[in-house]
């Protein structure tokens, strides 16, 4: 069995638990923030059996999409000087999924 994280858009997660749940996989949605953004995201706990991790892996791919959200950024160019919010762009992907190995399972 694996333990597969997954940490996806808010925007796209409650769909893909929908989708996830749909064909009789379990998961367990955590609220997160990421660090660089210090924004929302979500983080999907699945225990899968192996044979199946590609086909949950699937699913994920094709409900989450990559998107292009703008960060403001303190820049300084001399010392002494007023820092400039200066406006970036960044890509958020889709997801970035963990598959671990798990030693055991058990449910009481
Ligand atoms: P954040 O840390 O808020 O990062 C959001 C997006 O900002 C990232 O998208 C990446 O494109 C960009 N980014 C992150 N750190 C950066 C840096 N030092 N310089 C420039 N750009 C940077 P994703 O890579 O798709 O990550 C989306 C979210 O997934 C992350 O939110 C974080 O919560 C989580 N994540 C991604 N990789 C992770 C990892 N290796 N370990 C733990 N969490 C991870």
């Known amino acids: 069995m694996k333990l597969i994280v997954s940490i996806v858009q808010d925007v796209d997660s409650d769909n893909l638990v929908e989708e996830i749940t749909k064909v009789g996989f379990r998961v367990t949605k955590i609220s997160s923030t990421g660090g660089f953004?210090?924004?929302g995201n979500s983080t999907l706990l699945s225990g899968i059996e192996d044979e199946d991790?590609?086909?949950?892996?699937?699913?994920i791919r094709n409900n989450c999409k990559t998107r292009e959200v703008t960060k403001t950024i303190q820049t300084i160019n001399i010392p002494?000087?007023?820092?400039?919010?200066?406006p970036i762009?960044?890509?958020?992907?889709?997801?970035?999924?963990?598959?671990?190995?798990?030693?055991?399972?058990?449910?009481?």
Request: net charge positive.
């Open 53 to 59: 991790v590609e086909d949950y892996l699937n699913i």
């Open 80 to 86: 002494g000087q007023a820092m400039i919010p200066t």
């Open 37 to 39: 953004l210090k924004s």
């Open 89 to 108: 762009q960044v890509k958020v992907g889709g997801a970035s999924a963990f598959v671990i190995n798990v030693e055991k399972f058990k449910k009481y």
